[in-house]
């Protein structure tokens, strides 16, 4: 009924997950019945283009001995990723931590659904951000915004970061 480049030509975007998400919606809205031509799916497309997220962003934050604010850190960048879309992701790398950072990460899973917890040995800041940007790369970001679980960065000034995005390379 319509595929893919059909739908790109329509809506004038380029190939990507934005594509497969309107796909999905319009291939959902046929099976319930209210689609029965091509013209009638691309006219569906391109009403539900602006309520499409079209990009994920991967909130990467390193961790390490940060069991006095990662519970505050991760519940307010989470908010953030959540805002940018259902499948933007909080990916937080705990660095061998020897308090208690990822056991109260691990408590926070359920909370935040979008959070994703890893751990590993102790390798220094450099190595942790290699490995964040890694996972985030690995799990299709198209957005990567680092900040640190200090509590030093205000999630309210991601909005300025996200909304300048396109003006720059």
Same mark, same amino acid.
Request: aromatic share 8%; charged share 25%; hydrophobic share 40%.
């Given at each position: 009924?319509?595929?893919?480049?059909?739908?790109?030509?329509?809506? *004038?975007?380029?190939?990507?997950?934005?594509? *497969?998400?309107?796909?999905? !919606?319009?291939?959902?809205?046929?099976? /319930?019945? +209210?689609?029965?031509? %091509?013209? =009638? !799916?691309?006219?569906?497309?391109?009403?539900?283009?602006?309520?499409?997220?079209?990009?994920?962003?991967?909130? &990467?934050?390193?961790?390490?001995?940060?069991?006095? @604010?990662?519970?505050?850190?991760?519940?307010?960048?989470?908010?953030?990723? %959540?805002?940018?879309?259902?499948?933007?992701?909080?990916?937080?790398?705990?660095?061998?931590?020897? =308090?208690? @950072?990822?056991? %109260?990460?691990?408590?926070?899973?359920?909370? #935040?659904?979008?959070? =994703? &917890?890893?751990? +590993?040995?102790?390798?220094?800041?450099? /190595? @942790? #951000?290699?490995?964040?940007?890694?996972?985030?790369?690995?799990?299709?970001?198209?957005?990567?915004?680092?900040?640190?679980?200090?509590?030093?960065?205000?999630?309210?000034?991601? /909005?300025?970061?996200? !909304? !300048?995005?396109?003006?720059?390379?």
């Amino acid at each position: 009924l319509l595929n893919g480049n059909d739908v790109m030509a329509a809506l *004038g975007i380029p190939p990507g997950r934005i594509v *497969g998400r309107i796909i999905e !919606a319009v291939e959902e809205a046929r099976a /319930a019945g +209210k689609i029965k031509t %091509k013209e =009638d !799916a691309v006219e569906y497309a391109q009403s539900i283009r602006e309520s499409v997220p079209l990009a994920d962003v991967s909130v &990467i934050v390193p961790a390490y001995n940060e069991e006095a @604010t990662i519970e505050a850190v991760a519940a307010a960048w989470h908010q953030v990723a %959540k805002e940018v879309s259902p499948s933007s992701r909080l990916l937080i790398v705990d660095d061998g931590s020897t =308090d208690a @950072t990822y056991e %109260k990460l691990q408590a926070l899973k359920n909370r #935040l659904p979008q959070l =994703d &917890i890893f751990h +590993k040995p102790n390798a220094g800041h450099g /190595a @942790t #951000l290699y490995d964040a940007y890694h996972l985030a790369l690995e799990q299709g970001a198209d957005y990567i915004f680092q900040t640190d679980s200090d509590d030093q960065t205000d999630p309210a000034d991601f /909005a300025l970061f996200w !909304a !300048a995005r396109h003006q720059h390379d």
